[in-house]
């Protein structure tokens, strides 16, 4: 009896914990109208090499980024959560309007996003995949990592940092993309983030 209460309990801890991280993490609400216009900033970069627990990360570009919180997903498992904890998927321009996302259901797995619609796109497709990203996250500091585990999809956010290309001393490695305009593997940022900050948080 002991045992089945203390199983009870723990299912019961369990279930509270998903239902709070679903509450703080819950969508947000935001209007008609693309929230984030601009394209990401992108300029070389003489940026020393970065050591980071067994990491050499290799600054190849500065980034900044404003853009709409479309979906976030968290890693825990494998060698790339141990840099990596969670991605962002990114939209801007007519991604970060509510009219044409209300047209699509974004997802995020295996390090990838997906985005489906029903019979036909709410925009051009390639207009749709220039205009969003998936972001391997990087937090440079603590207080980092603390703002991203905040920010919930909707918000119009901007993030300053790096891109970089990740290696470790057994051959193992892990590189950015460098363009927006490319899809399917290797077409994900690998984004040292330095600064956040939230620009429209959404009701």
């Known amino acids: 009896m002991n045992l089945q209460r203390w199983l009870l309990a723990l299912l019961l ?5 998903q239902a709070l991280q679903w509450w703080q993490l819950r969508p947000v609400q935001q209007p008609q109208g693309v929230l984030a216009a601009d394209e990401p900033e992108q300029a070389a970069t003489e940026a020393a090499a970065i ?5 050499t990360l290799k600054p190849r570009a500065s980034y900044r ?7 976030r997903e968290a890693y825990r498992q494998g060698r790339e959560a141990e840099l990596s ?15 044409v996302l209300d047209g699509l259901d974004i997802s995020q797995s295996g390090r990838f ?12 497709e390639r207009d749709l995949m ?10 440079a500091t603590e207080a980092v990592s603390r703002q ?12 300053q ?27 994900c940022e690998l984004f040292w983030v330095q600064g956040v900050d939230v620009l429209l948080r959404g009701k």
């Open 113 to 124: 996003f997906w985005m489906h619609w029903d019979a036909t796109p709410p925009a051009d």
């Open 13 to 17: 801890a369990i279930a509270g914990w």
């Open 51 to 55: 050591e980071i627990h067994s990491f």
């Open 148 to 159: 991203l585990a905040k920010i919930r999809p909707g918000q119009v956010i901007e993030l």
């Open 161 to 187: 940092g790096l891109l970089v290309d990740a290696a470790s001393a057994d051959g193992w490695s892990w590189n950015t993309s460098l363009t927006r305009d490319d899809t399917g593997a290797g077409a």
């Open 85 to 99: 904890p969670v991605d962002f998927a990114l939209g801007w321009g007519l991604m970060s309007d509510s009219f």
């Open 130 to 139: 220039q205009h969003a990203a998936n972001v391997h996250l990087i937090p």
């Open 65 to 71: 980024i404003r853009a709409r919180l479309l979906s």
